[in-house]
Every structure is written in C-alpha cells, then in structure tokens.
C-alpha cells in the first residue's frame, strides 16, 4: 500500500507483530504474560521490543494519581508512562521510549493538531481512517529495526475506549501477511465452588472480540492452577482455535518465573511456529540461560527492608520493589519488603521500621506523610541503619540533616512548606514560568558527575552515572558549603544541581540518596548498585571497599 501523506503511515515499517488483548477483567496479567513471551523470543535470538496502548485520554502518565494507577514509570527520553513499560523494559532488558507507550490523548492530540494545521486539505476527519492510521503509524514506527514487535492493548474487550484500537488492529492484520501477525487473547478461568473451572467468560470474551473482526490465534488462560485437558478443549471448540493455542498461566509465587512458567507450557515454540520463524531461532542448547539461572538460585538467608511510604499499594513503588528483588538476586538472598505507613509512625509503624535491617524511602509528592518519612531518616541516621533515599527520600535527608544536625529550625522544602525559613530545598530556576503539570518537570536520562574516592564511585565503579530523573525542586545552592561543612558530602553534582549525597564511612556503615531514580534502571540481570550497596551493609559486606573501575551504567 502507498503512504498516506496525511497521517506519516508507512506499512513498510516493522517485521512480526504479536498484538495481546485480554478478557473478562482488568489487571490479569496480560503485560507479564507478553513480557515473558517477549523474554523468551529474545532467549532465543531475536530482537525484540514492544508497545503498550493505554486507551485512556490522558496524553501521558504524568498525572495520575499512583493509588489509583501504579506508580508513574520514567523512560530514558523523559517519558512518564504506565507501570507496564517497566515490566517490558525489566524482561526484555531494553530501553524504551515514549513513542512506545501509545494513548489516546497522545493519538487525538496529534490528529487534532494537524486539523488544525490544515493538513488534511479540508477532508473530514475521522475515526476512521485518521485515528487508526495514526494508530497503526505508531506501532510500526515504534517496531522498526526489530525482529518481533509485542502489542499489549490495556482494558479489556468491550470497553468503549478500546473500540478505535481493536479497529485499527483489524485493519492491521488485512494489511500484513498472514503469518507476521499474531493475536493472543489473556482471559479468566475461574473455579466454581464445586471445583470446576469454568470457560464461560472466556467464551464470551472471545465472542465480543470476533464481533468487531478479530480472531485470536492463541487463547492464554489465567487461573490458580494449570487448565485441565477438558478445559482447554472446551475452550478450543467454543472459541474456534486448536487445543494446542489453548494455554495455561497459573499463578506462581514470582513474576519472574512467568517465562519459565510459559516455555514449560511451549508457547514461545508455538509463537514462532505461528509467525514462521522457528528456523531463524538459536538451537535450543545455544538459547540465553542466565534467567533461569538467576531466578531459580537457591538463596543463602533473607533480609528485611522497611519501605517507607504514604501509599498502601505495592504498584504505587514497583520499580522499587523490583529492584530490591534484584539486588536480592545478585547478592542470592531473599528480600521481604515491608511496607511502614509514613503518616502512622507512632502506632506500630515505628515498631516494624526499628525491626528491619535496612530503610528506604522512595520518590513522591505532597506533605501527606512527609513527617514520618523525616522521623525514619532520622532513625535511621541516628541508629547506623542503612538507608536509600531516592528523588523526595534525597531531599527529605538534606532537611532532617538540615535541622537535626546543623540546627536550622524549620529548615524544609519550599514545595511542602511556602513559609519555610531555611528553604534547604527549592524550585528548579526554570521552573519559575511552568504552569503546566503534565510533562514539565527535569524529566528522564541525566549524567551525574561522581567525585572519585567517594562511596558513590565505588558504587558506580567510576567516576559518571546516567540515571533517569522525576523532579521540580533541588537542594539549594545557598545551603551547599553549610551542609557539607556540618558532614554532609554531596558526592554526585550534575553542574550546580547535587545528585547524590552519602555519610563518612566512619559516621554511617551505609547511608546514601540520589536526586536520581535508579530503580528505573534496575534489572534482573543488572541490579542497580545503590540497591546492591544496600544489601551488601546489611549482609556485612563493606560498600565502602569494593575496587573501583571505570564500569557504564
């Protein structure tokens, strides 16, 4: 087909794409099960990216509130997208971008946009054709130079907001050949309370999917348990597909053994099968195996990690929990993560913080809490506790040192406190004219300078890092010399912005903060080092006397 000028569309873009919907419910599972497909296809040589649609009309992320919606993900370009970007980027092990996280405030705004601008020579615009070429037009783009491109739609089948995406899809697969395209339906397959598992809902998900034009070719049933034979033959003669496209994705204790989960069930053999790859794959004894290795290690002794936060909600910190899990990982050790309420220190909350063996404090917004987050720093600080502070965690132990140690009174953040005397944290200077929210703030990948001989360069192993950045306030220049003269070393600097903080050796076995967010960096084959620092003070391991070697991270 020739390029339609009006919407950039090119059809030529791109190789195989696996598009993966899902049924009967939201949060099933869906981005685990195409991130572990994608992890799997990359074991065995190919190259390997994704898109996640999010069909929601905000244009990003940014905004949204993490309670309801997961924590904000940060891409490497300044990209705040949904948490599901950070499982394709944690299993794929790839950096991403913004043009892979598809929205439809992101697809109307640039349609509109070129409405506006006189672009479509005064034809009607459309959902159809304008909307879904610019669908189409992303997902081809953002799949150029990979072997195999993983489409993950959010929501479910049905859902209003999900219609212009499935069109664009069935028009999609018109467009390509038969075997480059590949549609998996995620459904729900849940016991009865006689025992049996039940197929309806899955049958009926498909049933509205082949309603508007799309045939699955592989079914994936998300239940407790594996999906009995009659079962998956039920689903296949309902649902219209062979009983070896029906497979199973049983709950299992960790997300990272998905992958193993799916191989023992053959469906990446069956993928490739399906889109006519199988004999570019690597022979199955030349496949990656360090995943495996990794997650299924047998772990010498565990560690408890208080995370202090405002939010009840794991998904408000994944990328924390994840890199923690990580650190775990390549220090072979199991980490419990315990959440310690920030806004309830004195009832109880205290108690579980004093019991663990490590504190962290992650990025956030908003006074609420801000206190108890101030009062575990302390702790910390004062106890010889290892301590992380990331982005607010960073900020927050400039001011407890600001106030408990050099003594200024009421030192605090100008964002929480507009009336602060001692404003040791303050706006970014461009930040002054910014009266937007959504995609303003110092966003994305930053280089920070490191001062060799610190803690931070053995960390590092040399004397830079690059690490992605979610902030509009910085330690205040006027407060530097004061901080640092009371003991404070600012050992990472980003031109006049600190980056990282740390403690002496002989003040505090291990307690450190980054303006930076390094979890977003985190993987289970990379573990991001201040994560690893923190494990390795805990288990005993100076991290303070490591070799240092110039290293990229």
């Known amino acids: 087909m020739p390029t339609e000028p009006e919407t950039d569309y090119d059809p030529e873009l791109g190789r195989k794409f696996i598009f993966v919907t899902g049924g009967v419910m939201s949060g099933l599972g869906k981005g685990i099960t195409a991130a572990s497909t994608g992890r799997l296809l990359k074991n065995a040589g190919f190259d390997v990216t994704a898109v996640k649609i999010d ?69 009607t615009v459309q959902i159809i054709p304008h909307i879904t070429d610019d669908i189409k037009r992303r997902i081809r783009e953002a799949a ?55 197929t309806k809902p899955t049958q009926h998900s498909v049933k509205e999917l082949r309603s508007i034009g799309l045939q699955p070719d592989i079914l994936v049933g998300r239940c407790s348990d ?42 990446d053999e069956y993928v490739m099968e399906q889109l006519d790859i199988a004999d570019e794959a690597l022979p199955e004894d030349e496949r990656e195996n360090r995943w495996r290795e990794l997650v299924t290690q047998q772990t010498d002794g565990e560690v408890d990690v208080a995370l202090v936060g405002k939010y009840d909600l794991e998904d408000a910190y994944m990328s924390v929990h994840e890199a ?74 400039v001011i407890e040192y600001a106030r408990n140690v050099l003594g200024l009174e009421g030192a605090h953040s100008a964002e929480l406190d507009e009336d602060t005397p001692h404003p040791v944290i303050d706006i970014l ?11 303003t703030m110092r966003l994305g990948a930053h280089e920070t300078d490191i001062e060799a001989g610190t803690l931070a360069a053995t960390l590092y192993g040399g004397t830079s890092c690059t690490e992605r950045h979610r902030h509009r306030y ?33 003040d505090h076995p291990y307690f450190i903060g980054t303006q930076f967010h390094p979890e977003f960096r985190s993987r289970p084959t990379r573990a991001s080092p201040p994560f690893v620092g923190l494990l390795e003070a805990v288990l005993g391991d100076d991290p303070h006397a490591a070799e240092t070697e110039e290293v990229s991270h």
């Open 55 to 123: 069909p929601y009309l905000n244009v990003d992320a940014g905004t949204m509130n993490p309670f309801q919606h997961g924590e904000v993900y940060v891409l490497k370009d300044g990209g705040e997208v949904d948490l599901d970007l950070g499982n394709y980027e944690r299993f794929l092990d790839i950096d991403m971008t913004f043009d892979h996280n598809v929205t439809t405030g992101k697809t109307y705004q640039h349609v509109i946009e070129k409405e506006r601008a006189g672009d479509y020579l005064g034809r």
């Open 144 to 198: 150029e130079g990979n072997d195999v491109c993983i489409i993950e739609v959010g929501g479910t089948v049905g859902d209003i907001e999900g219609m212009p995406y499935l069109e664009a899809l069935r028009q999609f697969a018109h467009e390509e050949d038969e075997d480059d395209i590949l549609f998996t339906h995620v459904t729900l397959v849940p016991y009865s309370k006689n025992g049996e598992q039940k």
């Open 226 to 267: 594996k999906l009995d034979i009659d079962t998956r033959e039920k689903i296949a003669l309902f649902c219209d597909v062979p009983t070896e496209a029906v497979f199973s994705n049983p709950d299992v204790d960790d997300i990272y053994h998905v992958p193993l989960m799916v191989e023992e069930e053959g469906l």
């Open 324 to 397: 923690l899990k990580h650190a775990g990982l390549e220090k072979n050790v199991d980490v419990n993560v315990q959440w310690v309420n920030s806004e309830k220190m004195p009832d109880h909350h205290e108690e579980r913080m004093q019991e663990a063996d490590a504190i962290v404090v992650p990025g956030g917004f908003g006074t609420r809490g801000t206190q108890g987050k101030i009062d575990a720093i302390r702790y910390a600080r004062e106890n010889e506790v290892p301590y992380l502070g990331l982005c607010l965690g960073f900020q927050l132990a």
């Open 429 to 439: 200077p461009e930040q002054y004219e910014i009266e937007d929210m959504g995609g």
């Open 474 to 506: 910085e330690v205040n220049p006027e407060y530097f010399d004061r901080l640092e003269d009371a003991g404070l070393k600012f050992s990472g600097r980003s031109g006049n912005r600190m980056e990282i903080l740390e403690l002496a050796p002989e």
